[in-house]
């Protein structure tokens, strides 16, 4: 399977401060990428779908003034939350998927996660 | 949104065998994944199903029945390694992945 990697790995901050995270894709140009948020014992949620050169595509109930997405190159998508606050504390995690070209269609790899605690 | 039903817990021996069970229901169908996560990393694959049958691939099994948006993981000879939480996710017609809550495994000696 496809290399994907997240940086960074763990991180800390403090109320109101934003965080970036980033989602590389190793192996293959992604042309999409996925977020997910992962709270502890329960499912992965899907947050949004990143397309490159494009705007993301957010799910239901997800603010996209509060967790930004730039898709700026076919490697790299990053989610910025912005004013973090200590219900945002949760398990980022990101995917990419090479579609048809893929072993499985639309197959998704995923990063190894984003730990992120607001205090 | 997507419907996904999998059991929470199951409890097995080592050398055991377990089945993990998922009922889905989706706006339309491209297959379905297994995915397996250890606490506090990321979901790695297991198994993929897009026709009706059984997928086998070394000691791991995956069913699927399409018409009753039904499908199984069937882990054999069991190993402590194997205790894992256990995702069931349908592909949708729009190919959007979406996960069960998970089934997680726990492997006694």
């Known amino acids: 399977g496809a290399v994907v990697s997240q940086h960074p790995s763990r991180v800390i901050c403090k109320s109101g401060t934003s965080v970036k995270i980033e989602c590389r894709s190793l192996?293959?140009?992604?042309?999409?990428m996925f977020w997910y948020r992962q709270f502890p014992k329960q499912s992965l949620m899907l947050m949004a779908t990143?397309?490159?050169?494009?705007?993301?595509?957010?799910e239901q109930g997800v603010e996209k003034d509060k967790f930004l997405i730039n898709h700026a190159s076919l490697t790299l998508s990053t989610l910025t939350v912005t004013s973090a606050h200590p219900e945002d504390s949760s398990f980022y995690i990101c995917?990419?998927?090479?579609?048809?070209?893929?072993?499985?269609?639309?197959?998704?790899?995923f990063g190894p996660g984003t730990r992120l605690t607001v205090t | 949104g997507q419907n996904i039903d999998q059991p929470t817990e199951m409890t097995a021996t080592e050398g055991a065998i377990v089945q993990i069970n998922c009922t889905y229901q989706?706006?339309?169908?491209?297959?379905l994944f297994w995915y397996q996560q250890h606490a506090g990393e990321a979901p790695t694959f297991l198994s993929y199903?897009?026709?009706?049958g059984l997928e086998e691939k070394g000691r791991f099994s995956s069913f699927l029945s399409r018409s009753k948006g039904y499908s199984y993981l069937l882990l054999k000879e069991l190993q402590m390694k194997d205790s894992a939480s256990y995702l069931c996710?349908?592909?949708?017609?729009?190919?959007?992945?979406?996960f069960g809550a998970g089934t997680t495994v726990t492997v006694r000696a």
């Open positions: 990143s397309n490159e050169g494009s705007k993301a595509t957010y």
């Open positions: 996710a349908p592909l949708d017609g729009d190919y959007k992945l979406s």
């Open positions: 989706t706006s339309g169908f491209n297959g």
């Open positions: 192996d293959f140009q992604a042309t999409t």
């Open positions: 995917s990419t998927t090479p579609g048809l070209a893929g072993d499985f269609s639309y197959e998704q790899y």
């Open positions: 199903n897009v026709l009706d």
